[in-house]
């Protein structure tokens, strides 16, 4: 099996999401897979091209990237699967980096490349969500997952994140107790009266999943943003302090792990704040070369 350190990188159109990449890639001796990654609603089926003048390709393979893809995946799939199954997957590497829509239910580091807030502009925003509907929807993606033989395998990975193996994948039948029990539980939940509609915070449209990356960097072009740049990490240090914004934003399957964090300039090779971004990066794709070594 081979090792290797995956770098998720998300943010708003042109926010400098490619640019952090070719400084990951020209700052890297190790061979690094590159993959922009789009989801698709009209999509039933993954699909992989490479094609010779895609820009965001194009930068990639010049930055000194091994590898490169562009990986069209439907919307609403939660298996990664199809993308281990790329040919670009097939190649070796020691580090693979996912630009765009994320088709991975586990990275060493997920990145988020923000653009400073403008004045008027919140972080946060007050909404009401339909419980009754996001029930229903939990209910029955449970129940697709939890159906498989290996289904609690399958329900660790996607809803807790758990890199479930062993037994779970090799041996299903000595949890196929627990698998019924569970679907027992999702059959009774789908009858239960329905849930009233309750008012909550939500990230921003523009800013959504930051709320999940462990490294944020906001991207300045010049001094007069720096302020507004400062505004959104304090807000994004706000998210982790203030409980209510916790519990609504984040929740329970949150970490209060603190995050990087940091103002860059990321055309400025000298810029301090671009360097410690790099350099978080780094570190994750240096852990996974050590691991390596020492299988």
Same mark, same amino acid.
């Given at each position: ?7 998720? &990188? ?13 400084? &990951?890639?020209?700052?890297?001796? =190790? ?51 199809? *993308? ?62 939890? =159906? ?19 037994? *779970? ?5 000595? *949890? ?25 915070? *939500? ?7 930051? =709320? ?50 940091? &103002? ?32």
């Amino acid at each position: 099996m081979i090792e290797r350190a995956y770098i998720h &990188v998300g943010g708003p159109a042109a926010s400098g999401k490619t640019t952090f990449i070719e400084a &990951v890639l020209a700052a890297s001796d =190790e061979l690094i897979l590159a993959a922009r990654c789009l989801s698709k609603d009209s999509l039933t089926a993954s699909r992989e091209t490479s094609p010779q003048k895609h820009p965001e390709l194009r930068r990639f393979r010049d930055a000194g990237a091994s590898g490169v893809a562009l990986f069209e995946f439907p919307t609403t799939s939660g298996d990664s699967d199809d *993308f281990f199954m790329t040919r670009l997957m097939s190649d070796y590497s020691e580090a693979v980096v996912v630009e765009g829509d994320c088709p991975l239910t586990y990275v060493d580091v997920d990145v988020f490349i923000a653009s400073p807030l403008s004045p008027s502009e919140p972080l946060f925003v007050r909404g009401k969500i339909d419980r009754a509907a996001a029930d229903r929807a939990t209910v029955e993606r449970w129940r697709e997952l939890l =159906e498989a033989p290996d289904g609690v395998a399958r329900w660790l990975q996607e809803e807790l994140g758990v890199q479930a193996g062993g037994l *779970f994948t090799e041996k299903p039948q000595l *949890f196929e107790g627990s698998r019924k029990t569970m679907l027992d539980t999702l059959a009774r939940a789908a009858k239960a009266r329905p849930s009233k509609p309750i008012e909550r915070w *939500f990230v921003a449209d523009r800013y959504a999943g930051i =709320e999940h990356a462990g490294l944020v960097a906001v991207n300045v072009h010049g001094v007069g943003e720096r302020a507004q740049a400062e505004r959104l990490l304090s807000e994004v240090t706000r998210m982790r302090k203030d409980p209510e914004l916790y519990k609504d934003v984040i929740g329970w399957r949150g970490s209060k792990t603190p995050i990087t964090a940091v &103002v860059a300039n990321l055309l400025d090779g000298q810029d301090a704040g671009r360097k410690k971004a790099i350099a978080r990066v780094r570190r994750a794709i240096l852990a996974a070369v050590k691991r390596g070594r020492n299988h």
